[in-house]
């Protein structure tokens, strides 16, 4: 049985949906990854996945795509 797991950083340095869509193509990437929920009002960045994830692999997704990101 498989146990979906979602975990929620604060992004900065994002202004638009452009930077959205950034940070999601990076995110999408990593293995295991189901949903992302990526928000450039609010600055936050949900991560679903069927396993719990290396925050280094998110953060390191998110600073490839030209942001900083910690898990909140």
């Given amino acids: 049985m498989s ?3 979602t975990t929620e950083y ?5 202004t638009c949906g452009h930077c959205e869509t950034a940070i999601r ?3 999408s990437e990593i293995a295991g990854v189901t949903g ?3 928000s450039a009002q609010t600055g936050r960045l949900a991560v679903t996945a069927e396993q719990p994830l290396d925050d280094a692999a998110v953060i390191a997704a998110v600073d490839e795509a030209g942001y900083a990101a910690v898990r909140s």
């Fill in 3 to 5: 146990t979906t797991t």
């Fill in 10 to 14: 604060q992004v900065t340095g994002m």
């Fill in 25 to 27: 193509t990076e995110v």
């Fill in 36 to 38: 992302i929920e990526v």
